[in-house]
């Protein structure tokens, strides 16, 4: 899968400056308030925005109030490509232009399930593989270098 020009990358989603910019836009865009959004308080002080997961803090999303914070089904696709010489398996959702997720150790793609769907309903086609060696991609005996996993991802 040879990816265009413009493609944009995520690093691991626990750690990623960029997915804190993903998460203010979604409280921009939902114009969620701390008090309308949340059951039971309001999420941490010092105006850190993030996407509300069940895990999170062990807050409850309201989603009766607000829809758009309701658990979804999955809409994502699984699929697989041949690439650099593995059986690779990714997720994809959405139409537009390309953002490829890759998930850090011991994560696989799953770790981006809250980021998928937000980023395909915003006009993107969203790729969150599982690296070499991870979950439902090959797991060869060498190859677990950073070089080879970029000519992985790239194709």
Do not use: C
Not at 33 to 47: F, K, V, Y
Request: glycine share 10%.
């Amino acid at each position: 899968m040879l990816l265009p020009e413009g493609t944009i990358y995520l690093g691991t989603p626990k750690h990623s400056s960029v997915v804190k910019v993903l998460e203010q836009v979604y409280y921009m865009e939902r114009e969620l308030s701390s008090e309308a959004a949340w059951e039971g308080g309001s999420p941490p002080a010092g105006g850190a925005a993030y996407i509300p997961t069940a895990e999170a803090e062990g807050l409850t999303p309201r989603s009766d109030k607000n829809p758009g914070m309701a658990t979804t089904t999955e809409t994502w696709q699984h699929r697989e490509i041949i690439t650099n010489g593995i059986r690779m398996h990714y997720v994809t959702q959405g139409e537009g232009p390309l953002i490829v997720l890759l998930h850090g150790f011991p994560e696989f793609w799953y770790s981006w399930r809250h980021q998928i769907p937000f980023l395909a309903e915003h006009g993107y086609t969203v790729v969150a593989p599982d690296l070499r060696g991870y979950n439902d991609t090959e797991k060869p005996h060498k190859g677990h270098d950073i070089p080879t996993l970029v000519r992985d991802v790239v194709g």
